[in-house]
Each structure stands twice: as structure tokens, then as C-alpha cells.
């Protein structure tokens, strides 16, 4: 019976070595947890019912900072915030009309950080272009004074083929910098087509980013069916004239935080395995899948392992960025703060989550090649989630993050299916019916595995 | 051989009388020339682009009855307008937000009809209700002074189940008449949520009814985000306060008209089939599916048969009704003008088109058992259309039509698949790209299948 025994206890010793049972025990336990219990859908439920939209600089985005504080302490985790300052851009009324056609209302949403018309608005000859070439082509000359219309319809079978995120890039090019591109010839305004993959007259928003050398006009992001009229009109060879009122304004900068809560490591505390969403959202809608949900799944992930009493090896730190949508102001105070503390190299690895709640896929990952292979040879534990789940090199695996990877620290993007992401992304349809508890909790059971792993058994 | 001759022309003669495959070749004809080269998609475009909303006693609905008529005179047809005295109700500003919760806002409409809240709104705590029942149960002490909420979700199981039109009529009672029935227990306001089969943060309109025996209070639709935002905080047991503002106006009546374009019967002209859509459109979107596709309809119908030079032996007519939205006084003075000619029982047969322009899945019609089985059998044409057509026995087969059927006429009303047409009923969302030109075509060759038919051979 002893030698038995012996052989036994040898065995078990070889497994912890090589596979780590007891914590991969802990690994299962912590996503069975979450599986069968997570209170992520009620966190998420108070931050988009009860606070609502969280564009910074608003009251939303400060209650948000001070419930997700409070919470994160009564679940007794270490929280604290950083001090960012951030952009307080304010929509005002937005209105458009087709007053070639019978003054038919326009539906459209300034772009984020947009300059305002004058209060009367401005009335002009619309002048469609689908890229920059066309653009330089008309030129100054057909340019001057007129409303600049991109069309550039979302790719949807890139959508359809799982690829809604490089569709999403192609599109988003000309609201990004459309309005400057399109100011450097002298045009008055620039409408795009929204960046959508579905619409119900749904207008989507989203930063524009001007570039200093050019005056800044307005910008506005039409829906997709009141885009498509404008393109049916224009191809009719009829003229289009439309009257755009827009009145944001931008307020000076206010004070505001990340929040920052964390588990420190039992042996190495010292070394940082980051998880991250955002706590500001678009002010249409209540930002559940952006990023509310992506903040539910890290404060579920530190309240379940405080729960459990689980502790790794390293420390996993959650943190709620402030800004994410409009200046990335709260991944660059993180960034900084990390710097001054020399601690930047010490962060492990840094997860991301800002893609939705749909039920879980992947993750990209700036480690490649066999590495790559290898380190997901090791997440056999996100078999309990899903039959299979992909990690796929990317140079890019989060906004947020994105100065601490630039600067070398491995990351990890979470990837739910990105199918339906763009119909409600930056709508005022981003609402918590949005949102499958069941696939949320999925969703945090695999960033809770994986920044597991990461803490204790380093990468 | 001469024998054989007299045989087969025997033969012919029988099935001439039996099946009349002269006629029978018109039928497909008809059918194969709209399948194959139908304009009523431009003639849809023209209507919803180019003119756009057409709310009765609104221009646009001014411009539809002028371009209609001069397009069937173009056309070649015997065109007259009918004067209908039209309401004029006017959406102005519609407001609500969410007092007692970091003052969200709603996203809602008023209902069609509705009186204005006062300039500054009415703020008041909102109490649901999801009956009469309910409604009379809370009585006027605990309703006085609040905002009823009538929380009635459209049942997706009938509609997923080809039922959309029940579970439409289910759920938009309280759309009609839950004003009225809050307003007798003294509610300042009422909301209820948008009766929708989609939503992307998309409000529904439609009209109201009000009891003369009761306050007129104002009445809005939260679309169906808000209003499940507003059900699960009221479930959480939080108190919701809600301001809404609302300043629609209702302007004298204006004199607007039916147009009516006919094909005169070859030998019966007094017997007419009539086929009939609505001219008017809610305000919000631009009605390509209620009901610029019916018009279309009636429009290509009638225009195929003139360029095909095909005349039928009874008369058929083509009714553009105004104002089926909001009032009906199209279909009423339509009637009315119709009995004053000693007219109505002349109509062999009224075939209306208001339900969309998805691919075609059958006829309702008065008609029953086995006369409406033998009619079904000489609908054959429909096969080259879809495989399938399905004729259903129903009271009620279209609203402008109505009076006549009530009198006594026999009624058939158009089928398009309504999986679909909830998700853009009454909201911004109608307007032409929800209509694909294929499904509209196939859709005008059964309605001109039908009107051949009952014209041709009588019922």
C-alpha cells in the first residue's frame, strides 16, 4: 500500500509541476463560479439603468466613478482612483433637412467632438465622394462652401464573415478624418454614412479628430437609410441641398478618474496582470455593450475571486478607464502614473475588454508564433465555457492598453462574436437588453481564466 | 384530318368556357410582364425619396395626390381626384426624460391624435399597468395626476409564427384607447410601449382614439428600450419620475382628395373591382412599406394593363385613399360618393394592399368554405408567382375598404409575409431600402392577377 502511495504522490508532484492541478482547480472553480452565479448582469443592469450614458465630463461618467468605487470596497477589494483630466464635449440639438426635397427631416448625430454650426445652421449643395482621391479630384474649386458627403458603406459580408471589426476600421477612416480631409478644400461640413451594421434610422456617433492645420467644420454622421436616400437623389443626377444645425460645445477639461482595484499576488505583488474596460460611454445610449459590459466582466472577475478567497501568485489589478471614447485620456494617465512608478515592465500581461457581450470567441494577443501556441496549449480551462475559443496574433489588442503595448507588455484583446457589435455601437440602441446575462457571464469566465493564468503562472 | 379539326376546336370551346385559356393568357401575361420588367419600384422611389412623408394635410401629401394623378393621366388613364375633408395634426417638439433617474433621456413619440402637454411639460411618477383590469383595480386615488404606462410587449412568438398581425391587434389596443381609459380615472398622461417586433431604440407611432367623454390627455410611445428601462426599474421597486413634453397641434381640416384612375370594362363598365392602397403616410418615416408600396401596387397594376392594351369585361379601379392613417375619411367619403351614385353593390369585388411589400403569401376574403375554395382553384396564375398562395377567410380584409365590405361587397385583402412588418410600422425606420424590388413586383403581379381575374370572369 505505501509504495502505492509513494508512486501516487510522485505522480501528483510531476502534475503540479507540469500542469498545476490544484490551481488549475482553482481555475475551474473560479469559472464554474462565475457560470453558475455571476452578479456581473446586476452590475451592469445599475451602471446603464440607474446611471445611464457616461460621456466624460458628464454626471453620469462621475456617479459611475463613485458607485463602481463604492462597490469595488464593499466587495472588499484595495480601490483607489487616478486623477485624469478629461475632454467635456456637450451635444446639443442636431437637426438636418433635405430642403431640395420637400424639407424632409434628416436623421443624423454629430460626431464627437464636433464644432457647431452657426445657430441658423448651415444650407449647402451636398457633394457625395467615397475616398480621399475623389476628394482631390474635385478640389478646391467644387469643394468650397459645399456639405462633403463620404459614402462608404460598412462592408457586410466582411460583417457576415466574422471580420466585423476590419470592416469597422475601412469605414470608420472618414469619420475620423473626414471633416479635415474634406476641410483643406474649403467645404462648409461634412456628413458620413454612419458606421453601421444594421439601422432602424439608427444614427451612430463616434470621435472625429481634427487636424490642427485645417479649420475645423462640423461633422455628422447621417443613418444608413438617410445616406442612401441622399446617395439615390444624387445618383438621379438631381441636386441635393441640405440644411444642417448642429450646436455642441466644448467646456473646458474636468477632473475626473480611472478606478483601480486589485488582488495583490501572494508572492509576486509586485507583477501586474491587468484587466481593463471603460467607464465612459457614448451619451446616446447607456453604453451597455460600450463598455459597460466590459466593466461588469472586471469587477465580476475581482468580486468572485475575492469571494472564493482565491489569491495568485501575482496580482491582478482591474482597472476602469475614464475617456476611452473621446481622448484616451485614461489610458494615457495610467500609462504615465506607471512610468513615474517605474512599473510599467512589471505589468505581465494587460486584457482588454471592449468589444461587446455577445458570447465569447477569442482573443487576440500581441504573442505570436509558438508562443502563441503554446500559451493557449495552457487555457484548456476555457473548454468549460465554450467547446473552443481562438487566440490569433494582433498588433492591437485594446485602445486603452495600447500605450503599455506599444511599450512592449504582451497583451490580450477579448474578442466576443463581433457579428451583431456594429448594429448598436455608439447608438442610442446600446441598451442593456443588448446584453445575454448567460453570454456575459461567459464572456467574464474567460477573462477571469485567463488573467488566472496569467497571475499565477506568469506567461 | 377534318374530323380531327372539328374535335380540337371542340375541345378548345370546352375549355374556353371551363377555364377561358384566351383570358387565361392575358392572366399570364400580365403576371409575366410585371415579373419581369415592373416600374413600380420607381414609382415607390418617386413616392418615398423625391416627395417623402405624407401625412394627410401635410404638403407632402399635397404633392403625392398632384404627382399620382399627373403620372396616371401620363400614363394614359381616366384619372379623377375626390374630394376628402382631411385632419391636420402636427408633431412638434417630443421630449421625456427620466426625472428621478440622472435625468435620462427617452426616447419616445406622441401618438397620432394626441392632445400637448403644457410648454413646460408634465412631470409626474409613473405607474404600469398591463390591463383595464389593473387600470380600474388602482383606481382613481392612486392614478390622479400620473403617467399611466401601459406595458404590453407584442407577443414575438405569434408574429415568429406568422401571426404578426394578432399580436399586433393585441397589443395596440392600448395604443387606441389607453388615454381614454387612464384619462376616466384622472392620469395626467399616458405612455405606452411601442408596439414593435424590432427596435433599435425606434418609436412607433400611430393614432389614438379619444372617448369624447373623457379629458383629452396627451399619450406617447417610449420605444421598446425605454420602456422595458422603465419596467425593470419600476420591478426593482425605485420610484420613476418622468417629465414629458409634448407640443403637437391640431390645425383646421384641410380639403385633400382619393385618386381614382380606371380601365373601363369591355362589357360590363358600371361592374368595377377595385383595387385600393393609401396615399398618406405617417410623418416619421417616408411609408415605403404603409403604404407607398400598396399605392405602387395599384399604380403598376393599372398601368400594365394599359400598356399591355388589356381590357377587361368589368371595370377596374384603382382607389389612392387619403388620410386611412389618421382619420379613414378617405375610405368614408369614397363610400359615401359611391352610394350617392347608387354605386356599392355595383362593386363585384374591392381588393385592398396595406400590409407591406414582402414577398406574397396570400389573400384574406370575406368569402368562405366552398365558394371560397372554387375561387382559390381559378387563381392558378398566382403559381407563376410563388409556389404557394394561401386564401383565408376573414371579416375583415383592409380599412378603407371597410364601409363596403360592411355593406356587404366582397372583400380581399393582400398578404405579404408580415415576419417583417412590425419591425418598421409607423417609426423612422419605413422608408424605401426596406423594400426589395423583386418581393414588390411579385407583389403587384398577385394583385393583378386578382383584379384580372374578378374582372374578367366576375366572382
Known amino acids: ?107 443624423l448625430t454629430a460626431l464627437g467632438g464636433s464644432v457647431a454650426t452657426p445657430p441658423s445652421g448651415i444650407t449647402a449643395d451636398v457633394v457625395e465622394v467615397t ?98 436616400l441622399v446617395h439615390r437623389l444624387i445618383a438621379k443626377g438631381e441636386r441635393v441641398r441640405m440644411q444642417l444645425v448642429l450646436t455642441p460645445r466644448s467646456l473646458p477639461d474636468v477632473e475626473s478618474s480611472n478606478v483601480i482595484a486589485e488582488i495583490r499576488g501572494s508572492e509576486h505583488p509586485e507583477q501586474i496582470v491587468l484587466i481593463g474596460g471603460h467607464l465612459d460611454s457614448w451619451d446616446l445610449g447607456t453604453g451597455a455593450i460600450d463598455d459597460g459590459s466590459g466593466v461588469s466582466m472586471v469587477m465580476e472577475t475581482l468580486r468572485t475571486l ?38 510599467v515592465q512589471k505589468h505581465v500581461a494587460v486584457i482588454e475588454t471592449d468589444a461587446g457581450a455577445a458570447p465569447p470567441v477569442g482573443f487576440t494577443s500581441t504573442l505570436e508564433g509558438k508562443e502563441l501556441d503554446a500559451f493557449k496549449k495552457r487555457m484548456t480551462v476555457l473548454g468549460r465555457i465554450v467547446p473552443a475559443m481562438y487566440f490569433e496574433s494582433s498588433k492591437h489588442t485594446g485602445a486603452d492598453t495600447s500605450p503599455l503595448t506599444d511599450a512592449g507588455v504582451p497583451g490580450f484583446g477579448f474578442v466576443p462574436d463581433p457579428l451583431h457589435y456594429f448594429d448598436f455601437h455608439h447608438t442610442p440602441a446600446d441598451t442593456l437588453d443588448k446584453v445575454d446575462p448567460k453570454a456575459l457571464a461567459q464572456d467574464t469566465a474567460a477573462i477571469a481564466a485567463l488573467a488566472y493564468e496569467l497571475a499565477q503562472n506568469g506567461l
Open 1 to 107: 500500500m505505501r509504495t502505492t502511495i509513494v508512486i501516487l504522490a510522485l505522480t501528483v508532484a510531476t502534475a503540479v509541476r507540469a500542469q498545476s492541478p490544484a490551481a488549475n482547480g482553482d481555475a475551474n472553480r473560479i469559472v464554474d463560479t462565475i457560470l453558475a452565479g455571476s452578479r456581473g448582469y446586476e452590475t451592469l443592469a445599475y451602471l446603464t439603468d440607474n446611471i445611464g450614458p457616461r460621456l466624460s465630463g458628464s454626471k453620469g461618467a462621475e456617479l459611475a466613478v463613485r458607485w463602481t468605487s463604492k462597490q469595488l470596497r464593499d466587495w472588499g477589494l484595495e480601490v483607489r482612483t487616478e486623477k485624469v483630466m478629461v475632454p467635456h464635449w456637450v451635444r446639443g440639438e442636431e437637426r438636418g433637412r433635405l430642403v431640395s426635397h420637400n424639407d424632409q427631416k434628416l436623421v
Open 131 to 228: 475616398s480621399y482621391d475623389e476628394l482631390a479630384k474635385l478640389g478646391r474649386e467644387k469643394l468650397k462652401g459645399k456639405i462633403v458627403f463620404f459614402y462608404h458603406p460598412m462592408d457586410l459580408k466582411l460583417v457576415a464573415s466574422g471580420r466585423a471589426f476590419e470592416a469597422y476600421r475601412l469605414a470608420v477612416e472618414f469619420r475620423g478624418n473626414g471633416p479635415s480631409r474634406a476641410a483643406e478644400y474649403g467645404a462648409a461640413a461634412v456628413v458620413i454614412r454612419s458606421v453601421a451594421s444594421a439601422s432602424l434610422r439608427t444614427p451612430h456617433t463616434g470621435a472625429l479628430r481634427y487636424d490642427e492645420k485645417q479649420p475645423k467644420i462640423p461633422g455628422a454622421a447621417l443613418t444608413t437609410e438617410d445616406a442612401d
Open 306 to 343: 475575492k469571494e472564493l478567497g482565491i489569491q495568485p501568485k501575482r496580482t491582478i489589478r482591474g482597472v476602469l478607464f475614464m475617456n476611452e471614447e473621446n481622448g484616451l485620456r485614461g489610458g494615457h494617465a495610467y500609462f504615465d502614473a506607471a512610468s513615474a512608478r517605474e512599473e
